[in-house]
Every structure is written in C-alpha cells, then in structure tokens.
C-alpha cells in the first residue's frame, strides 16, 4: 500500500512545520545580543540564554542588563526626548507608520521567531500577534498625526520605562512603544528573560526605518534589570505581569509622583447564561483558556454555567477539547504549543495538583514530556480551591454553575481581580445587564480575547490600572495642561465669630453627624473639630459602600442634586462668606453648576475595532474614592475634589482640611437638606497625615486623590501599593480659579470599562451587512 | 443503510440558539487551524474526490454529454498521476443529473458501482404540486436512480410550519424506496441560521440520507458558515437517535483548497467517519479540475495546463 493510501485510509494531517530557516540563520549569524542603546547595539556583556521551550534548545544569548546599562539606556532616552517631541505630529506619524510597514514585510520572520522563542503555536503569531502589531502602530500613528489637536494643551511625559511578560512579547512591546511615541516620549523597554528576541528583532527594524538614535532603546534581562529600571530616573512606569511583581513596582515609586501603569493578573469570569448559543461558547472557551497555551492574563479561566444547560456544556466542552492538537508549535496544525519555561510548567501542575488534593477534579490537563500540558478544567470545584482563587496561567479552566443571573454575577465578582469578562447570551437584556454588572476593565459579549488597537484594555482590583490602546490609552502617555501653584498665599481665614450658641461639630458619615470613636477633639479655627480614628475611616468606607444607588441613579438624577446643593449653599452664601471667602464660595457654587452640567454628559466613546462589532468605552465610576483635601481654601478645595467625584457616581470619603474642617462640617448641612442620600459623602476629620494611609489602604476603597501636604504622599503610596489602588497627587493650585475645575477631575473620577459586542443577524452573502 | 427517521420532534430544535457573528468566526478560523502538506495534502485532496458528486445540471444536457462526464466519473484523475501516487480504483462519489439522464448515465457507468443520482422534486425550486414531485421522485427510481435529491419547500421553513415540512419530506422518502435520499435546504434562500438548523433537523427526523446545502441555482451556496451550522445538527442528531446522516455542501466549492477546508471541518465537527462517502459527498463540477492539476504538481512539481487534462 502507498503512502498516499494508507493516508487515505487513516485521513490524519500529518506534519506541517513552518520552515524556520531564514530565522534560525540570522540567530545563527548575532550568535550573542548587547542591548540596543542610543540607536546601535552593545557589546556583549554578561549573557544569558534564551531557549525555544518545545525542545529545550538554546536559541541565543542575550546580554545581562545592568545598572550602568539601565542607565545609558535612560541617559540615551533623555537625550533623544526633546527632539523626538519637537518633531511634528506628521513626522512621527511617519515613523509610526513605517514601523508598521515593516512589521508587516517581516510578518513571516517575526512570527517564526516568536514561535521559537515563547512556544506558542505559529498559527497564533502569524494570524493573531504580528497583525495586532502592525494594527497597533497603524493606529498610533494615527494618534501621532492627532496629538494636538485631540489633545490640546497636553504634553509627553518624558521617559518612560516599560516591562513587558513573555505570554506576547512582540505585541506587548508594540501597546508599550506605539503610544508612547506617538505621544512625543522616549522608552526604555525590558522585554522578559524568556523571551526577548523579537524586541531585538524590533530593535533592528528601528534601525532599519532610521528612527532617530535614542527613542527606542531596549534593555534585556531579568527582574534585576526590570528593578534598575524601576528605580531609575524615568518619568513614568508601565508594566505588564504579575500582581506580585506589580504590587512591589507600585510600592518602589512610592512618594515619587510618576506615572504608573499597570497590567496585571486575572482570573476573568465567562459566564454562560441558559439561552446562549453552547457551541459558540465552547469556541469562546478554545479562545480563552486553550489560546497561548492559557498564558493569557485576560484569559476567561472561570466558566460560570447556568445549572440548566451544565451538562449538554460540559458534554460539548469535552468532546471540543478532545480535537485540540498539542504539540510542536511551529507544526501549522498545532492548537496548543509549549508552555514557555519548566518553571511555568511546574507552577500550573503544582497549582492543579492543589486544586485536585482540595477536592476537585480535573479533566484532562496532563502533564507531557517537555514543556507540554494538555487543556483541561476542573470541576467540582469549590469557590475557596485554590484552582478557583489562584491565576493558573495555564490551558487549565475552571467549571463551575449558577443558578440564577444575579448569583452569576455574584460568582463572577467574587475574585481579587478585575481584569476582563465574557459574557454568553442571546438576549441583548441579558447580556448587556451581566456586562454592566462584572467588575472588570473588558467584558466581551458572545465572544472572547478579542482586541484592538482602538479599544482601551485594562483592568481594576488586582489587575492594575490605567489603559492601554485608544483615547484613553493616549492620555496614560501625556501629561495634562501644567496647573501653576498657587503664587499669592490664600487670604488667612477670617476668624470666625463665636457662635451664639455653643455647637459641637461631628463627623459626617452615612447621611449623619457621628461623634468620633476615640471621642477626643482637636482646636480648630472657630472652635473644637472631632480628632477622627483608622476606626472612623472605616465605619466611613463602609456606610460609603452603602451608596451604590447613587450610581445607579443616572447622571440626570445626580445633576439635580448637584444643582440643589447649589441652590441651599447659596441661601448661606454670606454665613459661609464669613467662615471662609466670597471667593471660596464663589468657586464653591460654580463647582456645583459646572459638575451638574457634567453629570450626564461625560460619555464614553464607541469605537471602530472592527467591522460587525460595537465596542463602547464608557467611563464608570470607581466607587468609593478616598480624598485628602489641601490645607488651604477649605471650602473650595473640598468642593473642588468632592463634587466631581460623586457627579460621577462615586461616594467619598474626605478628610477636610485639618486645619481649618469647620467650614466643611456645616457644609455637611447643606447636603442634608439638598437630598444628597446618604453615605455618598462621608467626612473625617483629624490629623490627615494618620488617617490618609487608612483610607488608602482599606481594600473597598477603589481610588484615592491625594490634594494634602506633598509629604504624606509616600505613605499613601505606600497604603495603596498594598491593595493596588491608583493614587492621583492632585497637583496644589488656586482652588478658587478656574484651574480647579475641568474634565482633568472626571478622568481622574472614573475607569473605562470595554465592551465588545459582535453583531449581525444573517451570514455573510445572505443580507448580512455586518461582514 | 437508510435513515429510519423519527416522528416529527420540534423540541429537539425549537430552542435552538445560534450566534451568526461566532459561527462567522469559527467558519473563519477552521481552515487555518490545521494544514496539509506533501502526502498528506495528496491525500485528503484524493478522499475529495472519492467523495464528488460529479454533477451536471444543466438545460443543454444530452446523453452524449452525460456519458462523458460518467467517463471523468470512472477515471476522475489521469491513470500515471494515480500510478505515481500509487492509488487505485479511484472514481467519484457518485454522478449528480436531472431525472431523464439518469438513464444515459446508467448505461454509461456500467458496472463501475457508482452511483446515479437524480436530482428531483421540481428542481431547483420545488414549486410544483406534491403529487407531481413525488411522480418525479418515482420515474428517477424506476430509471434506476440509486440516489435522490430533493428540494424542499423553502416556504415551509420561512413560515416555521414544521408539520408540513415534515410530512413532505416524509412522503418524499417513501417515494424513494430503497434510493437513498439527500435533502437539498437551499440555504441561501432560508437566510438565517437558525431556519437552516431547524430544517436540518426536520429533514433528519423524516429520514434524510443526506443533507445538502444547496441547488447550486441560489444566490449563496454552500458557505462554511452554513456547513458548520449543518454539521453541528447532523452531531446532535447522532447523539439522540445513534444514526449517522451524511452531509453535502454544493455549489461554492471550485478550488482544492476548498476540498481541503471543508474536509477539515467534517473531520474537527464531527470525524473521521465523515470523510468517506457514505457520510461525506461535495456537489460539484469544476472542482475535480483544479484538484486534479494540484494532484498532477505533486506527482511531477510543475503546474499542469488544462488542455492536457481530460475534461468532465
């Protein structure tokens, strides 16, 4: 019998390797990397290897990063910024768009040695990472052209330090460098040590299109060389991995004031409702969880099924899972490749075999010689499983049910990440609702891992903040109109007269005035104020959690109050003249009209991701978000935080000036009469610099805006590296001028949240316009 | 074997959900998710071809032009190509005409063991009266049809009036007797994805051999979209009865990369036991041409011209 016949005979596919050999001659010719510093590539230092994980083969050595060499690289990126930012909008639009050309001509070459380098299947790199690339330079090319005039009034940052994971090394480099050149900054980027060749190979392209010396300079190494680059001067730092490594980056900046962006971990829900299209979601869980080996931070690794539907789900799931192909990843048939170390691969089978001793079962997801480890899930599987709480970051899911939409939504939440969702059903009511409903930066609609260019991703909780991709990925990359401190001091506050009446000011919290838990109280201008507790803080937060109908009330209902608060504090104007000024309350009431007017108009954007989808970017508030009010201008200040805050929905918890409180408590006043619910705005009191890390680090408060002396800023910091909450040092200004009011405070009051809902009732060719 | 069929089971299909954007997707991704080369492409292109429904439907037929496509049917690729690969005994599936060259096509295919098929029913649109339909069905048995393709009433499904699909398709198969019987949905005039599904069941319970997805007359043909959804009732169908209904895509497949696709999605959605053609038949003409050349470049690494290959 034939070959041919026997094939006929068994119809297997056979090998299909992609051929590597233009990539591994190349690597064959560099041997050995420096770094790539100042437009030209180092000599070789101390080196490590870097291997293709399917055969353990060393592919390259790649140089050490050291502390000099993090330093030139700095220096390099210093040096090039302002003639990089000098450059029109065009002219580096055109070296945004000739990065993407060259992307795209050494589409083959880059897949290949991504392939080689990471493990994961070339089917994956050539039809997912390297368009993504492109797209993504494409687009910000775009951006660059736009800058000043979608920008107006904003500047680049400066230098910023990147760092990068191994799951997408060339596409994580391109969501890195493409915004932030387009914005007019310089990088210093630190691909992972698994994988750090085709941010050499980008280095080369660089080279190739003539980008100015010092733009781009890439560092290779380990977490040493990414501590270097933390610790350096850099203007802002945006990291992509672990929460562990995130959470000490966060804590390392401490004090510093710059930007930090951070992409973490996940553990993201994709919740199947009863009357989702099952094979399509059974596909959404191969895109999920079975692509890149499930080295995928947004990966949705908790499926969340309706009891209804669980076991026609299940039976699916498993004879999908059944066809999935692993093996060689350059082979064209490969679904899974290799996990990208031994050591990753030990940490998922020690994560599993966790999970299994603690009760569940899992299916499939065998360990296979090499770096292999077939898909699998676990069920069975109890909430508190450490396969249920622990990123696995393997092709390993879990498999749990609901029973009904609200405890899905319960289920899906109950995690310390945020990161993303999917979300599978065919009622438009139904899925819409859960989307709003996850807390999470991406929620997919009967779909799963999509992503572009022009749709923001990023996450909440645990995983991070700031985004990456579109508008607001831009605007993580630029600095706003510079706000000029205040020059004149403010006018001292008048004394106030004493009362005719004795009166006892207390703390604000939930909708009532509280007498402070430790009972003590402190002189203040115009009497005695309460001296606020940790305990205070908390009973504050917690009747702040209370408030989440004010979200839900709609901007419409919330400029009403706004509007009404107005309305009561001007009946006061000349009382709260006295206590303080006619311009603090001048600026007070403007505050009130100005949000007022926002409240219901502070959109979010629809993109154009892709064709046949509508993708929404809508700005939702944070929640609870913990504000230090600066110690001058007491009323306008606090006004000036607070009412952009809860205009978009968020509740408070504000420590006033400590100085000068009273203003605010009879403040507090107002907002009973003005049908401000309670617990929207609760107010401390007392020594700001030891409440503020209390607020800081209580882990329900989601924000934290730190307008007080510049000196208590590291500890905040240090608070909210704990529990990952971003912290805004709000720039010190005249808070009666016009500066102290603006879409700055909204972008600062909300978090984007992405989702993706694909669309189209015929197949393509039968009517259907979508596609 | 014939499908025995069911009693008319509207709950097996009525709550049917299907996303067009995700099959959209899946159909988009299937082909590039696997790959054959060398031998092995050979190969499934060769399975292909035992899987034609070598087809001529057209208003100038004659005798004459049935006889030499059942000739193409007997020899589909040139004799040294099939020697060099080391394949023997290869021919189509079957050979696809309208009623009154069923005779003709008999006669020519001799005692090669492929089958006739007739296409029926009022072919393409099925508008004519049942009694006549079914009269038609009767003349391609007795012209010794082995095969019938039949057209349902694409009203039927626009109108969700199952009963009267049903009972169509069944007086159809009985019309059949012991030919086989392939269901033609005419997909491109059901539109959606959800009429596509439910007909195919409809068409299962009433005992359809095959399911096919178009007259080749439609404005859209066979789509992967459309096939994916077919094939994933033809799954459903086997895990409730046990009964395996083939399928078959028509019109829309020209090129051997196609033959290749939709061999991959018969092999990823439902398997192995797919892709003969007991199970597995693709409706086309122009498509063994192009399979043939790929063929001819394997065995001799150039492209052949086509007027040194034998037309159908």
């Known amino acids: 019998m034939s070959r041919v016949s026997e094939i006929m005979e068994t119809m297997e596919y056979g090998p299909s390797v992609e051929d590597s050999s233009a990539v591994r001659d190349w690597l064959a010719a560099q041997g050995r990397f420096g770094h790539f510093i100042d437009g030209a590539f180092t000599d070789v230092g101390a080196t490590f290897e870097t291997r293709d994980p399917s055969t353990g083969d060393v592919l390259a050595r790649v140089s050490q990063g050291s502390e000099a060499d993090v330093a030139a690289a700095v220096a390099a990126a210093r040096a090039a910024q302002p003639g990089w930012a000098a450059l029109s909008g065009t002219e580096r639009a055109r070296y945004l768009y000739a990065l993407a050309r060259h992307v795209q001509k050494r589409e083959r070459f880059l897949s290949v040695l991504e392939t080689l380098d990471n493990g994961k299947p070339i089917r994956e790199a050539r039809d997912i990472d390297v368009p993504l690339v492109a797209r993504h330079f494409y687009h910000h090319a775009g951006w660059a052209e736009l800058r000043d005039s979608q920008f107006p009034g904003h500047a680049p940052l400066g230098v910023c330090g990147q760092i990068i994971p191994w799951n997408f090394p060339l596409l994580m480099l391109a969501w890195k460098i493409a915004p932030a050149l387009a914005a007019g900054n310089t990088v210093v980027l630190k691909p992972a040590e698994y994988t750090p060749l085709t941010a050499l190979a980008f280095a080369e392209i660089c080279q190739e299109i003539g980008l100015p010396a010092g733009v781009v300079n890439i560092v290779t190494g380990d977490g040493v060389t990414g501590a270097a680059l933390v610790a350096s001067e850099v203007d802002k730092i945006a990291f992509t991995g672990s929460t562990e490594v995130g959470r000490g980056i966060a804590l390392a900046l401490a004090g510093t004031g710059r930007r930090l962006t951070l992409e973490l971990g996940g553990k993201s829900p994709f919740v199947v409702m ?17 692509f890149n080996q499930g080295e995928v931070c947004c990966a949705g690794s908790r499926i969340l099924v309706a009891e209804a539907v669980a076991p026609r789900f299940e039976a699916l799931l498993r004879a999908r899972m059944a066809r999935l192909r692993v093996g060689a990843p350059l082979d064209k048939s490969t679904d899974l490749g290799a996990i990208v170390d031994p050591v990753q691969k030990d940490r998922i089978l020690s994560i599993c075999q966790a999970a299994v001793e603690a009760g569940a079962e899992l299916v499939g997801g065998q360990p ?20 249920m709480v622990e990123e696995i970051f393997g092709p390993i899911a879990t498999l749990s049910t609901f029973r009904t939409a609200d405890e899905a939504i319960e289920l899906a939440n109950a995690t310390r990440y945020g990161l993303a969702g ?15 409903r996850i807390k999470a930066g991406v929620i997919w609609i009967n779909g799963a891992n999509m992503f572009d260019a022009a749709a923001s991703f990023g996450g909440m909780r645990d995983s991070g903040y700031s985004r990456e991709g579109g508008h607001s990925g831009m605007r993580d990359y630029l600095a706003g109109p510079k706000v000029a401190p205040m020059t004149t001091p403010a006018s001292p506050a008048p004394k106030a007269a004493p009362p005719a009446i004795d009166r006892t000011a207390k703390l604000y919290i939930g909708g009532a005035q509280k007498r402070p838990d430790g009972g003590a109280m402190y002189a203040v201008p115009g009497g005695l104020a309460p001296q606020g507790s940790r305990k205070d803080i908390r009973n504050a937060v917690e009747a702040a959690a209370k408030a989440g109908k004010w979200a839900a009330m709609g901007g419409h209902a919330r400029a009403q109050v706004l509007y009404f608060i107005a309305e009561n504090l001007a009946a006061r104007r000349d009382e709260f003249a006295a206590r303080t000024s006619p311009a603090e309350v ?23 991701a892709k064709p046949g989808h509508l993708v929404t970017v809508i700005p939702e508030p944070h929640g609870i978000i913990g504000i230090t009010c600066p110690e001058s201008q007491p009323l306008a200040g606090f006004l000036s935080l607070v009412l952009p805050a809860i205009a978009m929905g968020n509740a408070v918890v504000a420590i006033p000036s400590p100085g000068d409180p009273l203003p605010v408590m009879d403040l507090c006043q107002v907002f009973d009469t003005s049908d401000l619910p309670g617990g929207v705005v609760n107010v401390v009191t007392g020594a700001a610099a030891e409440l503020s890390p209390h607020l800081a680090g209580h882990e329900e408060v989601s924000a934290v805006w730190h307008a007080g002396a510049a000196e208590e800023l590291a500890a905040i910091d240090r608070a909210a590296s704990h529990t990952l909450t971003p912290v805004w040092p709000v720039p010190a200004r005249d808070w009666t001028g016009p500066r102290a009011q603006g879409e700055t405070f909204l972008h600062h009051a909300t978090r984007q949240k992405t989702i993706w809902l694909p669309y189209g009732a015929l197949p393509a060719g039968s009517g259907g316009q979508a596609y | 074997m014939t499908n025995p069929g069911t009693d008319l089971r509207p709950d097996w299909f009525e709550g049917i959900r299907i996303n067009t954007p995700a099959v959209e997707r899946r159909a988009a991704t299937l082909p590039a998710r696997r790959s054959l080369k060398k031998d092995h492409q050979a190969a499934w292109l060769l399975n292909a071809v035992r899987c034609i429904d070598l087809t001529t439907l057209a208003g100038d037929d004659t005798p004459d032009r049935v006889a030499r496509l059942c000739a193409k049917a007997r020899q589909p690729i040139a004799p040294e190509l099939l020697q060099a690969v ?10 696809c005409v309208y009623p009154t060259m069923v005779a003709p096509a008999k006669r020519a295919l001799g005692d090669s063991g492929i089958p006739v098929a007739s296409v029926a029913t009022g072919f393409p649109a099925g508008l004519m009266p049942l009694d006549l339909r079914l009269a038609e069905i009767r003349y391609a048995v007795d012209q010794g049809a082995d095969e019938i393709d039949i057209v349902i009433t694409r009203a039927h499904v626009l109108q969700a009036n199952w009963i009267a699909l ?7 198969r009985e019309a059949c007797g012991t030919a086989r019987m392939k269901a033609i949905l005419a997909t491109g005039d059901l539109k959606s994805l959800e009429n596509v599904a439910c007909a195919s069941h409809v068409a299962m319970q009433a005992g359809a051999d095959w399911i096919k997805t178009s007259t080749g007359k439609e404005g859209v043909n066979a789509t992967l979209a459309v096939s994916l959804v077919m094939c994933r009732t033809i799954r459903d169908h086997h895990a409730r009865t046990g009964v395996k209904v083939g399928f078959k895509p028509a019109g829309g497949l020209r090129t051997a990369k196609d ?54």
């Open chain 1, 274 to 290: 009863e009357d989702a299209d099952l094979d399509a979601a059974v596909e959404g869980v191969v895109d999920s969880i079975w």
């Open chain 1, 368 to 387: 296979q010689d090499g770096c292999f480890i077939a898909p699998g899930y676990l069920r069975n599987i109890a909430p508190a499983n450490p396969g």
């Open chain 1, 422 to 436: 999917s979300v599978w059903s065919e009622s438009a009511t139904v899925a819409t609702d859960l989307a709003a």
């Open chain 1, 586 to 608: 001048g600026a007070a009431l403007a505050r009130a009209f100005h949000y007022a007017a926002w409240a219901d108009k502070f959109d979010g954007r629809t993109v154009q």
């Open chain 2, 86 to 95: 080391g394949v023997t005994g290869l021919t189509t599936g079957a050979v």
């Open chain 2, 166 to 172: 049903y009972d169509e398709l069944r007086a159809m």
């Open chain 2, 259 to 312: 033959a290749i696709s939709w061999q991959v999605l018969m092999a990823e959605e439902l398997g192995r036991d797919w892709l003969a053609p007991d199970l597995f038949r693709i409706g086309a003409s122009s498509l063994l041409g192009d399979i043939e050349r790929q063929i001819s470049h394997h065995v001799t690494g150039r492209y052949a011209a086509s007027h040194r290959l034998a037309p159908a």
